[in-house]
Nanobody, 117 residues
């Protein structure tokens, strides 16, 4: 079965850290662009970070630059998002997405991150 499964969300205090993971099954990361998106209550879904599985080129939303790091382990078919110095504004459901030209895009089911004291 082709799917993406996120894990690692939870409740964290401001200034804390979390690492999200996105495990792919039924397909290989190779040649895909992988991304993390988030959607806060009442807001549009937005891109957080993206990475090319070949070459490793990355880009980040301005709001997370210097705090979040996206990475992949192609051998494990898993993508990660290391989130440091978390702020209440980072509270959202985080989704992973896989895209490749000519192929159907894939989304995970989402994992909730809550930043609160």
């Amino acid at each position: 079965q082709v799917q993406l499964v996120e894990a690692g969300g939870g409740l964290v205090q401001p200034g804390g850290s979390l690492r999200l993971s996105c495990a792919a099954s039924g397909f290989s990361f190779n040649y895909y662009t992988m991304g993390w998106y988030r959607q806060a209550p009442g807001k549009e879904r937005e891109l957080v970070a993206a990475i090319l599985s070949i070459g490793g080129s990355t880009n980040y939303a301005d709001s997370v630059k210097g705090r979040f790091t996206i990475s992949t382990d192609n051998a494990k078919n898993t993508m990660y998002l290391q989130m440091n110095s978390l702020k209440p504004d980072d509270t959202a459901v985080y989704y992973c997405r896989a895209t490749r030209y000519g192929y159907r895009e894939l989304w995970g089911q989402g994992t909730l991150v809550t930043v609160s004291s």
